[in-house]
Structure formats: C-alpha cells, structure tokens
C-alpha cells in the first residue's frame, strides 16, 4: 500500500479499485446500528486544517472515529499557527506527539510534500491550494461507479474554474487513470492551454524530484551540451490516450454525450480578476440550468463537491433534482475517507 | 607583497609555462619567488559577477559582505557587483560607500555596489543616480533588480538620465501585472502542480520594450537573467539592428527545469523561474553566439526559514558563486576563452571595472584564478563559505575545481582554501 496520499497520481488503477472496493463495504457499516470498527485502536489522526472547510474536516473526523482512532484537530484558527509557527515546526510537534496519519488542508499548494518530509507518519491531503483533493476525487469516483455500475468508458464533463481546481486536477488524474473519459468545459480564461497534456498520466512528475547523484561531467558530454537537468523524471508512459482529456468551451455541445456533469464552485473573486465579466454572463454561458440538464442522456447524473454557489454555476432546480448527486457524495464521502485510512493506516494490500 | 610563480600553468588552456606575479601586477621573471605548483591547472582572468546579492546591510542572518566575499574567491571572482535590494535600499551614496567599504574591508573580492533605479525599489521616483555616481562607490550599474521598472516613461528617463555619465540600467525584466501571484514557470508543469504561473511572454514583452526604448534614445541596456528562448530572439534581432543592449543567464537557467518544481522543494524556486528543457537550449546557444554576452550568478542566498516552508511562502533565489563556474564548465566544456569571455573579460567591461577580466600579460592587474579542470566535487551545502545553504546542487557531483584566486597578486584561495 502507499504510505502517503498527496495526490491522485500516487493511486495506480489497482490501488484507487482497491480504495473503492473497500469504501463499499465502509458504506455497509453506516447502515448498522453500531457505526464503528475497532481497526485503528490506538492509533492517532490529526486533522491539520490551514483552511476552514467545516465539511472536509469532520467528514475526515467521522472517518477516523468510525475506524475508533482518536482524532485530534489542529485548526490555524486559535493554535500557535495563527502566531507564525512555520509548517516544519507544526510537523516536528506533530511528529513528536506521535501522530499516525496527518489528514492537511492548506491554502498553499504542495503543502502535503512538504509535511510528508518532515513527519513520518501517513500525509493525506484534504485539498491544497489549487493542486489537488484526491478524497474528493474518489468519492467523486465511487459515487460515480455506485450511480453507474462502472468507471471504465464513462465520459465525463468537468465544468467551471479548470485553472484554480484542486477538485477538478484530482479527478482528471483518478477518472483516467481508472478509464473513464474527462471533458473540460469552462471560458478560456479558466482552462489552462496545456491542461490536456499536463494532467494526462503519460507525464507524470514524481514528487521527489532530486539532483543527488547526478553527476554533471564534461568527459559525459563530448560532442555537445549535456542534457538540461530534469531529474525529476519524465518517464512517458503511454497506457492512456490523450483522447482521454479533452477541452471545450462550449457546454451545450458537450452534454448530449455525458454520463457525468461535475459543475465545479466558481468563486466570485474571480470576477474581479476579469476572469469573465459578470456572475450572470458566467450563469448563462457555464451554468447548468433545466433547460441544460434536459440535454443530458437519460441515465446522466449531475455532480457537485460542494458548497453550491445556486443561480450560479448550477440552478436549484438542478441541484435538487433526482439526477443530483450532491447529498450522495457527502455520505460517500465518509465511506471513502475511512477507506483510505483503514488502508494506509492499517497496512492492509 | 609576496612573489610567487605559478609553476606549469596552463594559460586558457595553453601549453604549460611560468606565470610569475610581482607587486600585485603580471611579470616576467623574478628571482625569490614563492612557487606553486600549478600542474594541470589552467589560468584564466579573474572572473566577474554582474549580478551578486550579498544582502548586507539588513539580512545579514542570510549573507554578509564578508561572507559572500569569500564564497566568491572560493568560487573564482575577483570582482561582484552587489545588487541594490539591501535594507535599506541601496538608493542612495551613503548606502553604496557603506557596501564598497564593507567590500574593501573584507577584501577578497572587489565589491562594485550597483545602485537602484528608483527611491526605495518602489518604481515611481529616480532615485540619486548622479550622486550614487560620484560617490567613492562610483557606480555605473543600476537596477532595481527584484522588481521591474515597470513604468515604461521612468524606464526611458533612467536610460537617458544615466549617458551622462556612462551608466547602465540593468533590467529585471518582469511584467508585474502577468506575474501577479506567480509561483514558476507558466507551462505544463505549473497547471499540473496547481502553482500560478510566470508566463515566458511577461520577460519577453519587457525586454522588446526596452531594446526599442534603449534604441530610441540611444543608451545602455543591459537585461538580467534572460531566461526563455523568445528572449533570445528578442535580444537577436535587437543587436542585428545594432542596439546597446547586453544580456546575462545564470548557470542555472543553464541547467535546470521547471520540473524540479514537482517537488515542491523551494530550493528551485527562483525569479525568474526555471523554464523548459527548450529554453535551457536556446539560452545554451545563445550563449555561445554571444547574444547573451554574460554569465551572471544571481547569487540569492537565503536564511533557513525562508527556504524550509510552503512553495509558496518561500523566497525565490539559489545560492551561485561557489558553483558557477562548475556549472558554465559541464554546459560549454573546455572553451577556456569562451569561458574567459563570458565569465570575466565581457561582465568586467560592462561593469566598466578596470584592472579586471584582462588578459593575463606581462604588466597587467594580477587578478586571475586557477582552476582544476579534472577534479570533480560532491556539492555538500554545509561547506560552502556563503551563510545560506540553498544550493539546488546539493549532492551533484561537479565538474572543475578552483584551486587558488589571487586578487590584485595576492592570494584570496589556495589550495581551495579560503586565505582569510
């Protein structure tokens, strides 16, 4: 099993089927009188909240107490962050008190690789910056496949603020990896030019990127300059397509074809940033109103992470239709949560 | 003053001869020398760094005169301009008498202040070029380096005002409103790690501008760190149509990429940041055809905390004067006249510092290095002389060694020593 969960890249297609599977029996429990396992007795996970996300930090506690561990929330709010403590010494604490896993939400991205250095413990990331949210990804995931019996094939429509999405990266790398075909729909502004190419796993980074060892010769690079140093390591895979992604600007075209709508949170600051001119030119373009929903396959069903801006990028009538999966995903997210620490936590697979 | 003769040197790479040293000047002969035995070893002038922030006065918890002095010679210079974003500003003449005395004092290196552009760095106000002029620091650069004159009218009047007398304005070339937020290289790796990007193009439209405003009224433009191939271009096509322009690339725009920033490991956070594998090219060439005419360290060293932290929270800049030369060395091989060229000879006439980057003939200034070409060496950040360790090379093997400096015929390093 991985010991860390910093980014959806780190789950190859066994591991995140693994992490599904086991969300499913998860979601079992929940339907028993006593929600509980005793699987990680003993065991300690902090929350570690930078953000307020009232929503991801007790679906984590829920998780992490179902699974009997004992939960210590740490929020910037009221601890010594708010009076500077830098993130290493935060870790070193931490580390001291001996926490098992570590469950991050911070507002920098790459926050988790960081801490991931400093602790030995598990690192789950819970969002970070515009990066990632993998929990959220296989929630996302397993919602899906619960809906629709299957990930591989399925074609997907990923609407909204592409650039700033740690959602929308999370699930592009997930939804791929696990077959399922993803479309980015959203203004030009908010989908990056090279997003196809970028999130596609065929240039997969590792996140542990060194110069140790490298050795740098002039006897090496007779006959020319050597190689610029990449040592990250840019290995291309090529298991999926890069028709696995793909960009449009055009919602209405997009949606005859979908099993999936995800109608991503469209922060309202990036108005003022010129992003696109106004929340009502943004709704009738991007938004998923009825009148759009009735483009949508029969069997399609319309996702949200949460929290909804309604009238905005998704209508109220949308959002509490029975093709909605809104609620679903909260409780799945439980389920998914308590399968990723059982699994990285209680060293089974 | 000692005399010393440096025994079978080779002079840029040339058949093994005697280099005697006399009275702080290059000489023929001399009867009582103290001799070094300098088999194997190549002798090049003193090289010469446009581009050195030695953070005094203000962080000296990250890097004083004296200690940036000494990673200096132990780096192979024998002259470093010492960038303007101290605290306070080097804006005006009692700032930079303060750092060229420090300099002196310290004296392994000579530290040639350069002067900001504008009041506080703030970009809205000439700050006293005149005066910073004909101050003992008599200094000729300027630049606000760390920010941009952005303000294109206060760029003009800066490269007009400084003709009379000779100076230059050296750009950091960053458009403010493209980079706002802006983390690293904008491209495929910053949308996959969700870090805001530095659009390539933000440097390019600055360094157009400014070639067509130097060109206008006819003065001196020199262009920190280039670091994308449009760059490049831009710089081509300005010095085809004859316009004063010069330009440098650090050593590690030379070597490294954006997809170190995987990581998140701030050590390669720099501005500006690391690019793509087809810039490192570009700027590769360009190097050789002289259309950037410089290496320049950027040397940026940075306290512990500043380093150890959030991507995002971490100041931009990496450690350069002990490993530059190493660097330039794996990336153009042997070429000790290139090398010569673009690490001492050109900076030093640039930065108008007479008694540097000259050839290493009979009567001339003694300011010279000698290096190791064979050796090799394991980059360990604790035994670097600068006070910060944020090297990206941590643990590279690299190629050349510098053996010993000599500024002025006295010895800065020997036997890869500091001397003091």
Not at chain 1, 32 to 56: A, H, I, Q
Not at chain 1, 324 to 337: D, M, W
Not at chain 2, 24 to 42: C, F, N, P, R, T
Not at chain 2, 376 to 383: G, I, L, N
């Amino acid at each position: 099993m991985i010991k860390h969960l910093r980014s959806a890249a780190d789950l190859d297609a066994a591991t995140a089927t693994l992490i599904l599977d086991t969300a499913g029996e998860m979601a079992a429990l929940a339907g028993r009188e006593v929600k509980k396992l005793p699987t990680l007795r003993g065991r300690t996970v902090v929350n570690l909240f930078y953000e307020d996300s009232t929503r991801t930090r007790i679906s984590f506690e829920a998780a992490a107490k179902r699974l009997s561990a004992d939960v210590i929330n740490f929020s910037a709010k009221g601890s010594s962050v708010s009076k500077g403590e830098s993130l290493k010494d935060t870790a070193l604490t931490l580390q001291a008190m001996g926490a098992d896993a570590v469950v991050i939400r911070h507002s920098a991205s790459g926050a988790p690789h960081r801490l991931a250095s400093w602790v030995d413990g598990s690192v789950i990331n819970a969002g970070d910056g515009t990066h990632e949210h993998p929990t959220q990804a296989l929630l996302d995931a397993y919602t899906m496949r619960s809906r629709l019996g299957r990930l591989a094939g399925l074609k997907v429509a990923i609407v909204g603020d592409v650039l700033h999405s740690r959602v929308a990266r999370s699930n592009v790398l997930l939804l791929t990896t696990l077959g399922a075909s993803v479309t980015l729909v959203g203004p030009p502004t908010l989908i990056p030019n090279d997003v196809a190419a970028a999130l596609s796993p065929a240039t997969e980074l590792t996140g542990s990127a060194s110069l140790r060892g490298d050795r740098l010769i002039p006897g090496e690079m007779a006959g020319g300059f050597p190689p610029p140093a990449n040592p990250a390591g840019v290995e291309k895979p090529t298991a999926i397509s890069p028709a696995a992604i793909a960009v449009s600007y055009d919602l209405d075209s997009v949606l005859p074809d979908m099993d999936v709508v995800m109608m991503l949170r469209v922060q309202t600051e990036r108005m003022q940033d010129s992003y696109f001119p106004s929340a009502r030119e943004y709704s009738r373009r991007y938004g998923l109103d009825l009148a759009r929903m009735r483009k949508l396959p029969e069997h399609a069903i319309v996702m949200h992470p949460g929290p909804m801006n309604r009238g905005m990028e998704i209508a109220p009538e949308v959002a509490d239709s029975s093709r909605s999966t809104i609620v679903e995903q909260v409780a799945n997210g439980v389920s998914a949560r308590m399968a990723v620490l059982y699994l990285l936590l209680g060293g089974k697979a | 003053m000692t005399t010393y003769r440096l025994k079978g040197v080779s002079v840029l790479g040339a058949a093994p001869t005697d280099l005697f040293i006399t009275d702080g000047l290059i000489s023929d002969k001399s009867a009582s020398a103290e001799v070094i035995d300098a088999a194997g070893l190549v002798a090049l002038p003193g090289l010469v760094d446009l581009h050195t922030h030695l953070r005094e006065p203000g962080r000296e918890d990250a890097e004083t005169v004296e200690t940036g002095s000494r990673a200096a010679a132990l780096g192979g210079y024998t002259a470093v301009c010492a960038m303007a974003n101290t605290s306070p500003v080097a804006d005006s003449a009692g700032v930079v008498e303060q750092v060229w005395r420090l300099g002196r004092e310290a004296g392994m290196v000579d530290v040639q202040p350069i002067g900001a552009v504008t009041v506080g760095l703030a970009g809205k106000q000439l700050a006293e070029l005149g005066a910073m002029a004909t101050s003992a620091a008599n200094v000729r650069i300027f630049s606000d380096d760390g920010f941009c004159v952005a303000d294109p009218r206060l760029m003009r009047r800066a490269l007009e005002y400084v003709k009379a007398f000779d100076g230059i304005i050296a750009q950091h070339a960053e458009e403010p409103r493209l980079t706002e937020g802006a983390q690293m290289h904008e491209g495929e790796v910053s949308t996959r790690l969700g870090l805001t990007g530095w659009p390539a193009v933000a440097e390019e439209a600055i360094i157009a501008r400014d070639v067509l405003l130097a060109e206008h009224v006819g003065s001196r433009l020199h262009v920190c760190h280039v670091s994308t191939a449009g760059s490049v271009e831009v710089l081509r096509q300005a010095k085809a149509r004859g316009v004063r322009v010069t330009a440098e690339v650090t050593p590690h725009h030379l070597l490294l990429t954006d997809e170190l920033a995987a990581s998140y490991d701030p050590v390669y956070k720099v501005n500006p940041p690391l690019r793509t594998a087809g810039d490192v090219a570009a700027l590769r060439q360009a190097l050789v055809d002289g259309v950037i005419d410089v290496v320049a360290t950027d040397h940026a060293p940075h306290a512990v905390e500043d380093k150890e932290c959030e991507w995002a929270y971490a100041r931009p800049g990496m450690l350069g004067l002990e490993t530059a030369f190493s660097i330039v060395l794996s990336v153009l091989g042997e070429q000790w006249e290139l090398i010569a060229d673009r690490m001492s000879r050109t900076p030093a006439r640039i930065a108008g510092l007479d008694g540097h980057g000259t050839d290493l003939a009979v009567g001339s200034p003694a300011n010279l290095t000698l290096v190791d070409p064979s050796a090799r060496r394991v980059v360990d950040p604790a035994e670097l002389a600068s006070r910060s360790r944020n090297t990206p090379y941590s643990g590279t093997t690299l190629p050349g060694r510098i053996v010993a400096t000599f500024l002025r015929g006295e010895p800065t390093v020997l036997d890869g020593k500091a001397v003091k």
